[in-house]
């Protein structure tokens, strides 16, 4: 859907304006300012004419422009020796060694998901699936990260159902699995949600397409679904001064999914990249196909001639910017030498798509529309493309109190929570059963998580393994966010989401190869949403740095705000390892009984922005936790080595509900109790359930600690002994100062010891979800 | 000892099906859709997917491509042919499997790990099971629930037809009457389930008693080609 | 209080992509079905409805499919005439 929405009434039917007037008033109602028009009629030398301003009006919408959000995206690290294709193209690409690449992305589909949840969910996943495949890639995972206002109303009810069955609904029918993804809800999601989706694919490492037309006299092929009204939402406002009476009855802009033409789609465009006749391929996304021509060319740089007559449609009587901005989906734009167009209209035959040479490629660097022989739009692809407007924004810190509560507010009211001060047994079980940290297996078990026969780890679990067949290594992948610390500090929220994602990576024993993100955020024009961008992407920009992981590419949302409010600055990561050797994975359950339990890192301060806040509150002076990045690096390279040295069962890394939540998490998953003793240094809160980073709990044979004790003393990690693997109980006993709950009541000196039965955990953790969404059982 | 994997527009289990196929021991072949030719194949399997997007009603469509008419004579001359999921819901269609895949019951696509029981182990797709073996395996579906009225199903029970049901612990994933999860026709030569043997055909997957199935069909069709 | 009985049919809206009629449209050739065209698919909901008179039990009926049976982002529907069903509603 195109970003701006300008007032679209047919008031103008009937009406008669003046000429120049209409021509004036026309720019605004496309959501152009008058400086975006003036900067247009330099471009071009002379005014625009009603179709130009039609493209431009997409082109230079923040969804296609990047406007608000290029200046700071420039400060990003995207280079690395394995970075074969990185920000501006497609998706990102890295290479993986035996000759393969893998190209991976995330993207965003939250205002369509907002107005129609399964159709905006099932395009998402369309277009992005397309973004990797462009590149030559065959997609063999998808990550779904979803954010929801708190489910309490039958109308976010609807919304999480519809999406997460449009999800499904895609990823299932075209066959590639769903292993990863995120639920969370929050009352600043309420009116926006976000729907962020991630691909991954595989692609020879010297078979990579790109989205480009680089030899004038070229034909430009366009293959897929033929095209009709959709997403023409904005500029429809056209049709209304062109064609007179017409309610919205008449231009239906709900972009409809068709995942078996996306199934087709993928394998004609694969076995066309194979072939190696393509000189460039680019898929049909926003603003369709006046972006796609007009990129490519950019590109490339020369110009493309587009015959509107040429292009197969499904309506009738289509107007000229209707074919040229028309969102309609599944379908691609090759560029091919002329002597090849017979074969790739063959290979779409087969498969049964329609196919037609529309235009060809020039050497006047125009995008130049044609119809009925005559020329109708001449416009530098480049003033569509790379040289499109950029918009300088202010940013100011918000004034409030950086320790104020953030934007969602704790839960205590819906769920009848237990409060600060109680038991540790009792707030574990709470959070355990809170819906953001519980078992996603409502979610879950509605994707297909493998089809493909390469899924080793799948959902449910911190990342994503797929083996990789042919060789020994292995894919590993994961998504993360922290919008709760985001909302105190924008720039920490993203360096911690980066951390976590990277941290997720290196405890299955893999190492990060890149990153990818989506930032989605407020109104740019509003310099504290812009503000907190800003942050956000020096915070993730100095993460990745940091830890020497590049940025390949991404997706910026903006406009994430309603009259009620803006969402939670929400920078989505997500992160592409690699796993050499397969035999050397680490799981994250607990395994035998008698391991010891080992704890790597150091505990901090700080419980702003966790679960625990969520549930209990905090104290008006509490800040989030704090990330040392240093130590991050080192955390992981330990893990990634301990991994290598086989001395480690199990790994997993201490996040959403702290220490606590994960040796639960582990213990569930192995069917496995632990007996445990933590030494409380701050408090038993922040010990039990604090979310300081660059921690992770592993479990080890007993006759490796030395080793892995004086591997973590090499690189200064401390790395403590908790207890052992055994039984059916969870038991945690604290050692130290600090007492809450009963145990302050009697006047103890420290809180009471969690001890619970792994049964009850798991009913706690299994009901979490259906539970908030007003569903009778498990899933 | 060749295997035939159809590929309909839509299918997205081919790949995986040779990838079984060819752990059994076979050699393992796609077969195109618009093809009226076997190449050979001693044995053809139907894979899963979404052939033709499940659109109108699943495998409907798909049961009038044109490979269709060469599969019902391999089927004729006593050529083993196995549907998978998606595969399963052709062959009803086309009318070479009695009975009808309907929505599940939980009306929500369903994927989960389940334990098929084994009810017959004197025909192609079982004779290499040992007895008393429970295979797990995943369904990844949408429209599984196996249908057929009670006068039929008592019918289909008497024949023998009833070939795998779905066991405990994990249940039934979609409320298939009688916990049916496969059957196969009078001959016992035509076989179809709702779970997927070729992903539980690896330990590294979670399972490899799929191996089981497909190692048993592809035996039984070297023996019929060794005897032929 | 008596009984009418109604269907509403409920399709794809003019302009909407219907990606069920377009593959099964492109199928009909292989059934030697190649005059058919236009092919568009949607569902038919029947129901009964307790009221007064049919004109109370067609309100409930245009409510229903408004905000419940149909979307009216990507679907028109059509609701017929309300069938007076034989006995009386208790």
Aim: with cysteine; proline share 6%.
């Amino acid at each position: 859907m195109i970003a701006v929405e300008p007032e679209i009434e047919s008031d103008v039917d009937g009406v008669t304006l003046d000429a120049s007037a209409a021509a004036v008033e026309l720019h605004r109602k496309l959501g152009l300012t008058d400086h975006e028009l003036a900067a247009i009629t330099d471009r071009l030398g002379r005014a625009p004419n009603d179709l130009e301003l039609a493209m431009f009006s997409v082109m230079w919408s923040e969804h296609c422009s990047y406007k608000s959000s290029r200046g700071l995206l420039r400060t990003l690290p995207t280079t690395g020796d394995d970075v074969l294709a990185g920000p501006g193209e497609n998706a990102g690409v890295v290479r993986i060694g035996d000759g393969l690449a893998v190209a991976f992305k995330l993207e965003s589909h939250n205002h369509p998901s907002a107005v129609e949840p399964f159709q905006g969910a099932a395009t998402g996943v369309g277009g992005i699936l397309r973004d990797v495949v462009a590149m030559g890639a065959r997609p063999v995972a998808l990550l779904d990260p979803l954010k929801f206002g708190w489910p309490d109303d039958e109308a976010t009810r609807r919304l999480v159902r519809g999406v997460v069955r449009g999800v499904g609904s895609y990823g299932n029918c075209v066959g590639v699995p769903t292993v990863g993804g995120e639920l969370l809800f929050d009352s600043s999601y309420t009116d926006n949600p976000l729907v962020n989706v991630m691909c991954v694919g595989l692609v020879a490492e010297n078979g990579l397409a790109h989205a480009i037309a680089t030899t004038p006299g070229y034909s430009a092929v366009l293959f897929g679904s033929p095209t009709g009204r959709d997403g023409i939402g904005g500029a429809s406002v056209l049709a209304s001064a062109n064609f007179g009476a017409g309610s919205a009855e008449m231009r239906p802009s709900v972009q409809i999914g068709d995942p078996f033409a996306g199934k087709l789609l993928i394998e004609a465009s694969l076995e066309l990249v194979e072939r190696g006749i393509l000189e460039g391929l680019q898929d049909l996304g926003a603003a369709g196909l006046t972006c796609a021509a007009s990129e490519m060319a950019d590109r490339g740089g020369t110009g493309i001639r587009i015959d509107l007559d040429a292009v197969p449609r499904r309506e009738d009587a289509m107007a000229p910017f209707e074919v040229m901005i028309s969102e309609s989906q599944e379908r691609m734009l090759a560029v091919v030498a002329p002597e090849d167009v017979a074969a790739v209209q063959e290979v779409c035959r087969r498969w049964g798509l329609p196919s037609a040479v529309v235009g060809v490629v020039t050497d006047d660097g125009d995008l130049t529309v044609v119809q009925g022989g005559e020329e109708i739009a001449r416009v530098p692809a480049q003033a569509l493309a790379s040289q499109s407007i950029e918009m300088n924004r202010l940013a100011s810190p918000p004034h409030r109190h950086r320790a104020a509560p953030a934007p969602g507010e704790p839960a205590l009211a819906h769920d009848g929570l237990p409060e600060r001060g109680m038991d540790p047994g009792s707030v574990l079980e709470a959070l355990m059963g809170h819906a953001n940290l519980g078992s996603r297996a409502w979610v879950t078990t509605q994707y297909d998580q493998t089809v493909g026969t390469d899924t080793i780890e799948g959902c449910d679990r911190a990342a994503a393994v797929l083996r990789v067949k042919g060789t020994r290594k292995a894919l590993v992948m994961a998504t993360d966010s922290q919008p709760a610390v985001a909302a105190y500090d924008p720039a920490l929220g993203a360096a911690l989401a980066v951390a976590e994602c990277t941290r997720n990576i290196a405890i299955t024993g893999a190492r990060p190869l890149g990153i990818t993100n989506c930032l989605n955020f407020g109104d740019p024009g509003n310099p504290e949403a812009f503000w907190q961008l800003s942050e956000s992407v020096r915070g993730m920009g100095e993460a990745c740095r940091a830890l020497g992981v590049p940025i390949t590419g991404g997706n910026v949302s903006l406009y994430n705000e309603s009259p009620l409010g803006r969402i939670a600055p929400t920078a989505q990561i997500g992160a592409l390892g690699l796993l050499d050797d397969l035999d050397l994975l680490i799981r994250p359950q607990f395994r035998n009984e008698g391991d010891l339990v080992v704890l790597l890192g150091e505990a901090g301060a700080g419980m702003a922005g966790s679960a625990y806040e969520r549930i209990a509150g905090a104290a008006p002076d509490d800040r989030p936790p704090s990330l040392d990045l240093a130590r991050e690096a080192s955390l992981q390279k330990l893990l990634q080595q301990a991994a290598s040295d086989k001395l480690l069962n199990s790994a997993q890394d201490v996040s959403g509900g702290g220490l606590a939540v994960a040796i639960a998490e582990c213990a569930i998953w192995g069917g496995l109790g632990a007996d445990l003793i933590l030494a409380v240094a701050m408090a038993p809160a922040v010990t039990l359930f604090g979310e300081s980073p660059t921690r992770v709990v592993v479990t080890i044979s007993p006759e490796r600690w030395n080793g892995l004790a004086r591997l973590a003393a090499g690189v200064r990690v401390a790395c403590r002994r908790l207890g052992t693997v055994g039984g059916d109980r969870l038991r945690i006993r604290l050692v130290g100062v600090g007492a809450t709950g009963a145990a302050e009541e009697r006047g103890a000196g420290i809180a009471d010891e969690v001890d619970v039965p792994l049964s009850e955990l798991r009913k706690a953790w299994t009901m979490a979800v259906p539970r908030v969404l007003g569903e009778e059982g498990p899933a | 000892m060749k295997v035939g994997v159809v590929v309909f527009p839509g299918s997205n289990c081919d790949r995986d099906a040779l990838h079984g196929a060819r752990l059994a021991g076979a050699q393992a072949e796609l077969l195109w859709h618009e093809d009226t030719d076997l190449h050979g194949a001693d044995a053809v399997i139907l894979p899963g997917g979404f052939a033709y997007g499940d659109y109108l009603r699943a495998g409907a469509i798909a049961r009038f491509s044109p490979i269709m008419g060469a599969v019902r004579e391999h089927a004729a001359r006593g050529g083993l042919l196995l549907g998978i999921c998606n595969g399963f819901q052709v062959l009803t269609e086309a009318g070479l499997l009695p009975g009808a895949l309907r929505r599940n019951a939980t009306l929500r696509f369903e994927h989960r790990w389940v334990r098929l029981s084994v009810e017959r182990h004197d025909t192609p797709f079982t004779r290499g099971i040992p007895a008393g073996q429970m295979l797990r395996l995943p369904v990844a579906h949408g429209e599984g629930s196996y249908y057929l009225p009670d006068a039929e199903l008592d019918r289909l029970e008497q024949s023998g037809q009833v070939t795998f049901r779905y066991g405990l612990p994990e249940g039934n994933p979609n409320g298939s009457a009688r916990d049916i999860a496969g059957v196969t026709d009078v001959s016992g030569r035509i076989c179809g389930l709702m779970p997927h043997p070729e992903r539980a055909s690896e330990a590294l997957l979670g399972s490899d008693d799929g191996l089981l199935l497909l190692r048993s069909m592809v035996e039984s069709a070297a023996q019929v080609e060794a005897v032929a | 209080m008596t009984r009418f009985g109604f269907s509403i049919a409920i399709m794809p809206r003019e302009g909407i992509l219907d990606p069920q009629g377009r593959a099964v449209e492109a199928a009909l050739p292989q059934l030697g079905a190649s005059t058919v065209h236009g092919v568009r698919i949607g569902r038919r909901i029947e129901l009964t409805v307790e009221a007064d008179d049919a004109s109370t039990a067609r309100e409930v009926v245009e409510r229903l499919a408004a905000e419940f049976l149909a979307n009216p982002l990507v679907e028109r529907w059509a609701i017929d005439e309300a069938q007076p069903l034989a006995g009386v509603a208790g």
